[in-house]
T-cell receptor, first 114, second 113 residues
Framework: GENVEQHPSTLSVQEGDSAVIKCTYS??????FPWYKQELGKGPQLIID?????GEKKDQRIAVTLNKTAKHFSLHITETQPEDSAVYFC?????????????FGKGTHLIIQP | DVKVTQSSRYLVKRTGEKVFLECVQD?????MFWYRQDPGLGLRLIYF???????EKGDIPEGYSVSREKKERFSLILESASTNQTSMYLC????????????FGSGTRLTVV
């Protein structure tokens, strides 16, 4: 089955700086890569996703890049703000997650220092 | 907005009890999922269902079962609760041909004593 590795487990950055979280996956047939943000006391919430037919996707301060050859994808957050503090999870799936579940990384605790 | 509602926010149960965790979604999603979340281990898939009365084992089904009698409701059952099942349990739902990821509930924190 799929295996997703995520690094780092904890990331502390100064407010206004950029943050990068990296994931690798093992199944070359995976084609859907979402990122989730989990705030304290809440369930994970989808913030951005990318499919294997594109290499990069942006949404305001958030971007995701995908390198299919190397089987890794990354989340980039620019101009970080206090509300970005949360746990972030990457995930991978063959089927868009629709029919067989997503495989998640172990999470990155992002801390934004004032 | 899609809502996934988990019936209990916190539960404390005794070892050996039969425990039911309930999840309801209101957007007519075909797929429903149960994950458990543990520190340092991330989210691990227990069971999922892509239709009424259908169920599929995930990565860690041992000690659990599920029930899906109605499309909107997916129940996780701990047949005989044990202390190693103390965890955060997250329910999620999506369309069968899912192009938009999952919607998660807020979770149920279960403590087995």
């Amino acid at each position: 089955g799929e295996n997703v590795e995520q690094h780092p487990s904890t990331l502390s950055v100064q407010e206004g700086d950029s943050a990068v979280i990296k994931c690798t996956y093992s199944d070359s047939a995976s084609n859907y890569f979402p990122w989730y943000k989990q705030e304290l006391g809440k369930g994970p919430q989808l913030i951005i996703d990318i499919r294997s037919n594109v290499g990069e996707k942006k949404d305001q301060r958030i971007a995701v890049t995908l390198n299919k050859t190397a089987k890794h994808f990354s989340l980039h957050i620019t101009e970080t703000q206090p509300e970005d503090s949360a746990v972030y999870f990457c995930a991978a799936s063959r089927s868009g997650g629709g029919a067989d579940g997503l495989t998640f990384g172990k999470g990155t605790h992002l801390i934004i220092q004032p | 907005d899609v809502k996934v509602t988990q019936s209990s926010r916190y539960l404390v149960k005794r070892t050996g009890e039969k425990v039911f965790l309930e999840c309801v979604q209101d957007m007519d999603h075909e797929n429903m999922f149960w994950y458990r979340q543990d520190p340092g281990l991330g989210l691990r898939l227990i069971y999922f269902s892509y239709d009424v009365k259908m169920k599929e084992k995930g990565d860690i089904p041992e000690g659990y079962s599920v029930s899906r009698e109605k499309k909107e409701r997916f129940s996780l059952i701990l047949e005989s609760a044990s202390t190693n099942q103390t965890s955060m349990y997250l329910c999620a739902s999506s369309f069968y041909i899912s192009n938009y990821g999952y919607t998660f509930g807020s979770g149920t924190r279960l403590t087995v004593v």
